[in-house]
């Protein structure tokens, strides 16, 4: 299971910047299944916004602090993410995420291409996006080359914020 801790600020000039801690808790209930690390590190994001799109870059990096599984765990990864908003709720968006495991000296570099709309489903906003990634270079023999993804998000309010800010 995943997790983050992080502050955010916003500033009038379209820059968002956060930075906090990051990590991942071993909860399969078979030890089989879990990567049986603990794992923590840090984590910034450095974003501009305007109407007329984004970019931005997340890079985080984990190392294994305990466990009892022995294989080292250290994994940088930087998520670099573009969006152009285009008319009538239609966004042409990149977000590759380009990963480092140090301890095997590999790199994974997709890239990637998707195009999201939004529109009413009833009285629900949704969001549908259809995306392609080509993988330059994998991580081991394994992976795969090429990726193609279709999603339906419905937007629904965000009840925490809502508690947050009351």
């Known amino acids: 299971m995943g997790f983050d ?23 399969a209930s078979e030890s089989e299944l879990s990567c049986g690390q603990l794992r923590l590190g840090p984590e910034f994001a450095a974003v501009y916004m ?8 997340f890079p985080q990096h984990q190392w294994d602090v305990g466990g009892w ?5 250290a994994v940088t990864n930087i998520e670099i993410f573009a969006g152009l908003y285009l008319k009538q709720g239609w966004t042409l968006v990149s977000n590759p995420v380009l ?9 994974t570099v997709p ?4 195009v999201k709309k939004v529109l009413r489903m009833g ?3 949704v969001q549908l ?19 193609v993804t279709f999603s339906i998000t419905p937007i629904v309010p965000n ?8």
Not at 52 to 57: W, Y
Not at 69 to 73: L, Q
Not at 111 to 114: A, D, F, K, V
Not at 129 to 147: I, K, M, N, R, T
């Open 5 to 27: 801790i992080a502050r955010g600020q916003t500033t009038p000039s379209g820059w968002i910047f956060v930075g906090g801690v990051q990590g991942t808790v071993p909860i």
């Open 129 to 147: 996006s259809a995306g392609l990634d080509y993988y330059v270079e994998s991580d081991d023999d394994f992976c795969q080359d090429w990726a």
């Open 159 to 166: 009840f925490i914020y809502s508690w947050l800010t009351k």
């Open 69 to 73: 599984k022995d294989k080292t765990y």
């Open 111 to 114: 890239l990637n291409l998707t």
């Open 50 to 57: 305007n109407k007329k799109g984004f970019l931005g870059a």
């Open 123 to 125: 009285s629900l906003p």
């Open 99 to 107: 990963s480092y495991d140090w301890q095997e000296a590999q790199w």
